[in-house]
């Protein structure tokens, strides 16, 4: 069983910065953030496919050029660094990971078979 956790959540005024780490257990290469708001749906944050030569990354909108997804594949850990951080960035913060995804479904929750718990970003005006 793949263990995922996530760490790094917090407080923040608008305008501020956090980084996110996740720690997965077994060597995923497809791995991402998605975010659930207060009272809404989850979406997806930022996704990353490692290949064997190539990286390849995507984003939501809401998040491009703000937000910033890598991988320490020395120990199979997962950042998400965030800046300009918004009050609609506000969300509970989940990782997933899967052993295989396709590089179009990065932001698609079911193409994660596993799951952290979460930690919450809460980001004051």
């Known amino acids: 069983q793949v263990q995922v956790v996530e760490s790094g959540g917090g407080s923040v005024q608008a305008g501020g910065s956090l980084r996110l780490s996740c720690s997965v257990s077994?060597?995923?290469?497809?791995m991402g953030w998605f975010r659930q708001p207060p009272g809404k749906e989850r979406e997806g944050v930022a996704g990353?496919?490692?290949?064997?030569?190539?990286?390849?990354?995507d984003y939501a909108d809401s998040v491009k050029g703000r937000f910033t997804i890598s991988i320490d594949n020395a120990n199979n850990t997962l950042h998400l660094q965030m800046n300009s951080l918004k009050p609609e960035d506000t969300a509970m913060y989940y990782c997933?990971?899967?052993?295989?995804?396709?590089?179009?479904?990065?932001?698609?929750?079911?193409?994660?078979?596993?799951w952290g718990q979460g930690t919450q970003v809460t980001v004051s005006s």
């Open positions: 077994g060597n995923t290469v497809c």
């Open positions: 997933a990971a899967s052993y295989g995804c396709s590089t179009s479904d990065l932001l698609r929750g079911d193409a994660y078979a596993y």
């Open positions: 990353i496919v490692s290949f064997i030569s190539d990286v390849h990354t």
